[in-house]
């Protein structure tokens, strides 16, 4: 039987996969609901959001329970402080899939993606979908060989979102500037996604080998 | 004279006054890079960033070592996660404040920003650097109260940023589509340094009350 202290630390780890879940879903939902113009779907997400936020501040209080009743030093503290840092990044995963199903709502009953853009944010949206649940994964098994692999579909996001910015600045774009207001903004939800989904793994690097990630670039001379 | 506990936390008070300084040192910068065409403070702020960075990296170190050598419990222990916290919503500040810089960069010798724009920048400028700045007094003086009227200033930011939207998507808007891109990102990079300030002086008011502010939105729809 494991001690209290791991049974805590499993119920931790437990709520961040859940959380990678939750995230998973809510931008798969927010990205279909962006696409077919669906409002009860952007609904339904962003009235979800509050149950990542929920389980967020569940986490940090049981975290804060557990430092305070544990006392643990060095591995296992680096663990609850290092859960706090993704449970962190989670709920932002969370917000940024909020913010995307508000664009759908904004612009129903229209959508707010113009037929040329479609396949790209199809193809953001499968990318974020790959991470948060890799993410997942790797911190339910620790594995930190899967974790250096995410920077691999990290580029693909990050060429995907210059790539938009290229098509927002061609000569044959047509469309009214709120459409590449809303455009622009979508990449950039997406990005971040990413960025967090990566944050979060490389947390699980940094606890198990003890180093530290280069500072993920964020912007777009990646 | 203080125990060592109360010097470390003392010391973690004060790198995160330094890190407030640092982030709007940076904003008020780049802002100046941004509408000036400077290439040259440009260029600092995004140097720059890595000693914010730098003293994030410090911080953690030490919050971590100070958990696992003084054990702190109830209120002492959520000073220090609660610092954790700041220092991740600071570091992101001197990032967006890079961001802001990069744009300046990418558009140089060219300003990114359109005359009938500059007005609305100059003023996301300054509430951004009030808002920090203050956020830094709050840190040092443990003033709850006056964190509480930080959120006027970030809804007079959140208001600028809905009025950039309806500028870009106006009639009479007649710039090319990547002007509108920069200027969407820009006003987002200022209204999330705003967000963050808030979010850094509400944690003072949850460590001096126990109460949560409601979590802020960051979107268009306020």
Tied chains: 1, 2.
């Excluded at 790209?120 to 594995?143: F, H, N, Y």
């Excluded at 974790?147 to 290229?166: G, P």
């Amino acid at each position: 039987m494991r001690d209290a202290f791991h049974e805590d630390l499993d119920k931790i780890s437990d709520q961040l996969v859940e959380m990678t879940r939750l995230s998973a879903s809510a931008m798969s939902r927010a990205t279909t609901a962006l696409l077919d113009a669906d409002l009860e779907l952007a609904e339904g997400v962003i009235s979800a959001d509050q149950e990542i936020d929920g389980i967020r501040s569940d986490l940090d209080e049981l975290a804060v329970e557990l430092l305070a009743r544990q006392q643990p030093v060095a591995t296992d503290l680096r663990i609850v402080v290092t859960a706090l840092h993704m449970a962190s990044s989670l709920e932002r995963m969370g917000d940024l899939a909020e913010h995307v199903a508000k664009v759908a709502r904004l612009r129903y009953p229209q959508s707010a993606v113009p037929p040329e853009m479609r396949a790209t944010i199809v193809a953001m949206g499968q990318i974020a979908d790959r991470l948060v649940l890799r993410a997942g994964e790797i911190i339910a098994s620790k594995d930190h060989e899967a974790a250096k692999n995410l920077s691999a579909e990290d580029d693909e996001m990050d060429a995907l979102h210059r790539r938009v910015f290229s098509t927002l600045a061609a000569e044959d774009w047509n469309h009214p500037t709120d459409v590449a207001v809303d455009i622009t903004l979508l990449s950039r939800y997406y990005e971040r996604f990413a960025d967090h989904a990566v944050a979060v793994a490389s947390q699980v690097v940094y606890l198990v080998t003890g180093q530290r990630r280069p500072k993920n670039s964020d912007d777009r001379e990646l």
